[in-house]
């Protein structure tokens, strides 16, 4: 049994003692309730950071910044102008010695108020303050987007313009939609095989023809495909699977099915192509002659 007396109040405990470490943090236990407990600090009040103040002392430094405009407002950013307030009725409602002999601060400045003229603030950049969704100009996008030109294709330019130089000298050339038809072995031609696709008839640098098709109209891009006319044999009209249909007999026994709208584009396309084959044939008869 232990009794101990703290200020007029008595307080008893009972402690059963088994060994020396256990009556060590039995009275330290003691001690610690009985202390007093410390008194909180208040916390420290933080002003706000004056802006205008951070700007002046820091004026140097973010004049030499290149984000600064990021900092610092436009000086043209926003006009003040003064609006003559216009009563509602023709006398006006407030007596003229109103405003001094009002006896409370609250009438006086509601007096002041409702006599004073209105200072408008206009801001000259005032559509960019809000959310980046409603940014002035938002949606409108240009017409048509900047053609980026790579040292790439400038080489396939020059490489195309070298190909194209005997067209431009006076060669056949003939550009057009037609009609390819699927010529695969396995597979039957007909009416559905057939895709439309853009044909471009152009000259290479040594004199031979190529029939290019395309998916559309830009033969600027690489060619879906090639149909290499020195290996053509001939070009006769076939329509049993197709109107206005012709075929490109090669010489490794293999064809090409090819259509036109019209009869007349049918026969422009099977003369312009038997008059290459033409040409090539006498050309190759000079070169076997020489």
């Excluded at 990021?70 to 109103?98: H, K, S, W």
């Excluded at 004073?116 to 938002?138: A, C, I, M, N």
């Excluded at 550009?175 to 072995?185: D, E, I, R, T």
Aim: proline share 4%.
């Amino acid at each position: 049994m232990q009794s101990r007396t703290n200020t007029g109040k008595s307080i008893k405990r009972e402690l059963i003692i088994e060994s020396p470490q256990q009556y060590k943090d039995a009275a330290e236990a003691e001690v610690e309730a009985e202390s007093p407990l410390p008194e909180r600090a208040k916390p420290k009040l933080i002003e706000p950071i004056d802006y205008e103040n951070v700007i002046v002392q820091k004026k140097t430094q973010i004049l030499n910044d290149a984000l600064r405009e990021m900092l610092l407002f436009p000086y043209d950013d926003f006009q003040i102008a003064t609006l003559r307030r216009q009563g509602r009725y023709i006398c006006t409602t407030v007596p003229e010695n109103a405003e001094k002999e009002a006896q409370s601060l609250f009438v006086t400045e509601c007096i002041r108020t409702y006599n004073s003229d209105w200072h408008v603030v206009t801001y000259k950049h005032e559509d960019y303050s809000g959310d980046f969704r409603q940014l002035p100009g938002k949606g409108v996008k240009p017409e048509k987007l900047p053609v980026h030109v790579y040292e790439v294709d400038e080489d396939a330019d020059k490489d195309e313009d070298a190909a194209s130089l005997g067209s431009q000298k006076g060669g056949i050339t003939k550009q057009g939609w037609l009609y390819k038809g699927n010529m695969n072995s396995a597979i039957s031609v007909t009416m559905r095989s057939f895709k439309r696709r853009f044909f471009h008839l152009i000259q290479l640098g040594d004199g031979s023809y190529n029939l290019n098709f395309y998916k559309d109209e830009k033969i600027s891009k690489e060619p879906k495909g090639s149909i290499f006319l020195d290996s053509c044999m001939g070009v006769v009209q076939n329509n049993r699977v197709r109107r206005f249909a012709f075929e490109l007999k090669m010489q490794d026994k293999s064809s090409y099915l090819l259509a036109a709208d019209s009869d007349a584009e049918m026969e422009d396309w099977i003369s312009t192509l038997n008059k290459i084959l033409q040409l090539n044939f006498e050309a190759a008869m000079q070169k076997k002659k020489k």
